[in-house]
């Protein structure tokens, strides 16, 4: 019965993957956290294990559907891997509340950026064209999306989807698509981090993992056919859910304190 949890959880956070272009790891880590009472530094291994998975055949499926801008992708990608495999692996120094503290800062400016487009950018321009001086002005923030991914274990992705529209311009459904491959050149060195530098239950990962596979497809079927804006409003939701209980969880703490 346990397995089935992991595995209905593995399951959504693949669908939040596939549908929203986030990696999963971002709704995966509260479900384990508060669901299984699984610790922060073993949900955050555990989640980024689900993360590659999911951004892999997400990634694929998008691929297929040509909803990945592959340039934007590798640069981003290649300029964060090294800060993902960084911020993974100092896990295990940080303690369990930093980690919160981190999550739910995150998670606040995922909403910002997501909630601050300029009205100049409302209409998205179908051909995208690779700007190289935007990017390296926008690069700092791909690299410590990277960081702070790696030590969430959620890929970054809720940072890159927001990132894509408000400083490139993206129609959400290429946005959720290019930030899936971002994320999977990161879960790669984050993996690896987590594997040595975190102790967590290899089997309920892999579990997870393949729940993940199957949501994945799921999310990007519901993403070609669900309209941007119910997309917006429902990665509005997850992140406003999410900020609020990692809130009250820091408000308890502290009040007991």
């Given at each position: 019965m346990q397995y089935l949890t992991f595995l209905l959880l593995g399951f959504i956070g693949g669908t939040a993957s596939g549908l929203l272009g986030i990696g999963g790891g971002i709704v995966i880590i509260p479900l384990l956290i508060y669901i299984t009472n699984i610790s922060p530094k073993a949900a955050t291994a555990i989640s980024m294990i689900q993360v590659f998975f999911a951004s892999s055949f997400g990634t694929?499926?998008?691929?297929?559907?040509?909803?990945?801008?592959?340039?934007?992708?590798?640069?981003f990608g290649i300029s964060s891997m090294a800060f993902s495999f960084l911020g993974s692996f100092l896990?295990?120094?940080?303690?369990?509340?930093?980690?919160?503290?981190?999550?739910?800062?995150?998670?606040?400016?995922?909403?910002?950026?997501?909630?601050?487009?300029?009205?100049?950018?409302?209409?998205?321009?179908?051909?995208?064209?690779f700007d190289k001086n935007k990017f390296l002005k926008v690069v700092p923030l791909g690299v410590f999306a990277g960081l702070i991914g790696g030590i969430l274990g959620v890929g970054g992705g809720f940072l890159y989807v927001p990132m894509l529209i408000y400083f490139f311009n993206f129609p959400i459904p290429i946005a959720v698509g290019t930030s899936l491959m971002i994320v999977l050149f990161n879960s790669v060195p984050g993996v690896i981090g987590k594997v040595i530098s975190v102790e967590f239950d290899i089997v309920t990962a892999v579990i997870v993992a393949v729940g993940?596979?199957?949501?994945?497809?799921?999310?990007?079927?519901?993403?070609?056919?669900?309209?941007?804006?119910?997309?917006?409003?429902?990665?509005?939701?997850?992140?406003?859910?999410?900020?609020?209980?990692?809130?009250?969880?820091?408000?308890?703490?502290?009040?007991?304190?």
């Open positions: 694929l499926f998008n691929y297929l559907q040509k909803n990945i801008k592959i340039k934007h992708a590798v640069y896990t295990k120094y940080i303690p369990d509340l930093t980690i919160k503290i981190i999550y739910f800062l995150s998670a606040l400016t995922s909403l910002a950026l997501f909630l601050s487009r300029r009205k100049e950018d409302n209409k998205v321009s179908k051909e995208i064209v993940a596979i199957g949501g994945s497809r799921l999310g990007t079927y519901l993403n070609k056919r669900v309209k941007p804006l119910i997309i917006k409003i429902i990665f509005i939701i997850i992140i406003m859910l999410i900020i609020v209980r990692v809130a009250i969880d820091l408000y308890s703490y502290l009040t007991v304190k």
